[in-house]
């Protein structure tokens, strides 16, 4: 038993590691596995064999893998803080957030001054929508060891807390200490023309693409540039060059816009038979657009008649008399400090930057546990829908955006859509009460708007008249629009994007 003991707590020599290290420095992964997978059965208790393996696995995206080969040498070796650290990774690759999180912070317990566990943990938990955690982290990063990356990452998500002067701040740094950062430079483009300096704006993003003209983020926020100044053939080139996201859907639009209906029809119909789910929002806009342009039937089945999926429901707790929900809800909007985003349609108004449901306000948070509740209630009551509104539903209920409108006499925002939502909707808090026309105010919705070239004007509109306290929810593919109002008060409302399943991101605006 002596001598059995001995063999399955041996070591291998430095002679038999170091072909293993050779491999793994040289990139061959899959021959680092296979080396130390040879090894192991002679030397089972080798702390450095299941961590050279791990890393290996890991580098090959095999993350269960080098789970658990983190994990036995963990085993072994409870008191690594580099080991910690790499299983955090690869269980975050895994979505295991909770047990993640839970390694990072054994990390810094270890080695407290192990900068990239802080700004691993702020990834993680901006992840989770808890911006305020994860700015702390970061800035605990900063204060360790200051880099690009370090101040890149605090940037993103003072942005998504709506900090704007702040986040261009940290990009700015971010690029000063790397000036070859082109995601700091296409980010710093993102929040300047938030802000709506779009001429900085488009420096950045040139900048960009300078240092790599194939940037994803840079072409696809060319291209929308460029379709907002109405040069469309231009833009066409930098969607399909950046490839992400809705870029197909963006240079059809473009086409559609310069009004090349036979190329538009041509690339419509591929896609229609090309595509096993017609799941992309503003594809449905176009398509029942062109259908009711030129009489035809609409091909593309997001949801044909978007008029029969508009849901309309009082939220109890913001309705009733005195709500003091409601009350908490209007203080956050007056007394919180957000920044206003520059916005192009909204008339005698603003909008809020950032993502109202993931600040840190009780009030905030509570109303978007509310709106995914609704957004359940809402696949209930069209369950068995043959659309793919319905069919591919989100499984994660996530919001893409979430801001406040506010409007004052004479406000309106004009008719669009929200791209690449997949439900849009709004709760409404204050509403203009001295109205001469009943129709002030109110929602409307339709298929026409966004300057799309008509060829008749017999495009059908419907009409919500919202309560306050009651939520709106409708298709993302939706033109709609706030009715002007003339009476010397506010109209506010919180609107917000259910996210499309997949990593999509949105730009527009209610």
């Known amino acids: 038993m002596a001598k059995q003991s001995n063999t399955m707590h041996a070591q291998p020599s430095q002679l038999e590691i170091n072909p293993v290290l050779m491999l793994l420095n040289a990139g061959q992964l899959e021959q680092t596995v296979a080396a130390a997978k040879k090894l192991l059965p002679r030397y089972p208790h080798a702390f450095i064999l299941h961590h050279l393996l791990g890393i290996a696995q890991d580098g090959l995206m095999q993350y269960a893998d080098a789970v658990m080969s983190y994990k036995k040498a963990l085993s072994i070796q409870p008191s690594s803080p580099e080991l910690h650290f790499n299983l955090a990774i690869a269980l975050g690759n895994l979505g295991e957030l909770a047990e993640a999180e839970s390694h990072y912070r054994q990390t810094i317990s270890l080695q407290p001054q192990f900068f990239e566990a802080y700004a691993n943990l702020g990834t993680l938990l901006q992840k989770q929508g808890k911006l305020a955690d994860a700015i702390a982290y970061y800035r605990q990063a900063l204060s360790i060891n200051e880099d690009a990356r370090g101040h890149f990452n605090l940037g993103t998500a003072l942005r998504d807390e709506g900090k704007l002067d702040e986040a261009i701040t940290h990009f700015k740094r971010a690029i000063a200490l790397f000036p070859n950062y082109t995601d700091a430079h296409n980010y710093l483009g993102e929040c300047l023309r938030d802000q709506g300096n779009m001429e900085e704006a488009i420096k950045s993003y040139l900048d960009a693409l300078q240092l790599n003209p194939n940037h994803p983020g840079a072409n696809y926020n060319m291209?929308?540039?460029?379709?907002?100044?109405?040069?469309?053939?231009?833009?066409?080139?930098?969607?399909?060059?950046?490839?992400?996201?809705?870029?197909?859907?963006?240079?059809?639009?473009?086409?559609?816009?310069?009004?090349?209906?036979?190329?538009?029809?041509?690339?419509?119909?591929?896609?229609?038979?090309?595509?096993?789910?017609?799941?992309?929002?503003?594809?449905?806009?176009?398509?029942?657009?062109?259908?009711?342009?030129?009489?035809?039937?609409?091909?593309?089945?997001?949801?044909?008649?978007?008029?029969?999926?508009?849901?309309?429901?009082?939220?109890?707790?913001?309705?009733?008399?005195?709500?003091?929900?409601?009350?908490?809800?209007?203080?956050?909007?007056?007394?919180?400090?957000?920044?206003?985003?520059?916005?192009?349609?909204?008339?005698?108004?603003?909008?809020?930057?950032?993502?109202?449901?993931?600040?840190?306000?009780?009030?905030?948070?509570?109303?978007?546990?509310?709106?995914?509740?609704?957004?359940?209630?809402?696949?209930?009551?069209?369950?068995?829908?043959?659309?793919?509104?319905?069919?591919?539903?989100?499984?994660?209920?996530?919001?893409?955006s979430s801001w406040y409108v506010r409007l004052r006499r004479g406000g309106y925002v004009d008719r669009h859509i929200h791209e690449v939502g997949w439900i849009s909707g709004a709760v409404y808090l204050v509403l203009p009460t001295d109205r001469k026309d009943p129709l002030e105010g109110c929602f409307e919705y339709g298929l026409h708007g966004d300057n799309y070239p008509q060829k008749h004007s017999n495009f059908p509109v419907g009409i919500a008249s919202p309560k306050v306290g009651d939520i709106v929810l409708f298709p993302s593919s939706l033109f709609h629009r706030t009715i002007p109002f003339n009476s010397n008060e506010e109209r506010i409302c919180i609107a917000f994007d259910l996210k499309p399943d997949g990593d999509i991101f949105i730009r527009s605006n209610y």
């Open 223 to 400: 291209g929308e540039f460029l379709y907002l100044a109405g040069r469309f053939d231009e833009a066409v080139g930098h969607f399909e060059t950046s490839q992400l996201d809705d870029w197909q859907e963006r240079a059809l639009y473009c086409t559609y816009k310069a009004e090349h209906f036979d190329e538009f029809k041509t690339k419509l119909d591929a896609i229609v038979r090309t595509q096993k789910k017609h799941n992309a929002p503003l594809l449905a806009t176009l398509s029942s657009h062109y259908a009711t342009n030129f009489g035809v039937e609409d091909p593309y089945n997001f949801c044909k008649n978007g008029f029969d999926f508009v849901y309309q429901k009082s939220i109890e707790d913001l309705a009733q008399p005195n709500s003091q929900f409601l009350k908490d809800l209007l203080n956050d909007i007056d007394n919180t400090a957000i920044e206003v985003r520059a916005q192009g349609m909204i008339i005698n108004g603003k909008q809020s930057a950032g993502n109202l449901f993931k600040r840190p306000e009780a009030s905030f948070r509570k109303l978007g546990e509310i709106v995914r509740q609704e957004f359940l209630n809402y696949q209930k009551q069209f369950a068995g829908a043959d659309c793919e509104l319905i069919k591919s539903f989100p499984q994660e209920l996530e919001f893409t």
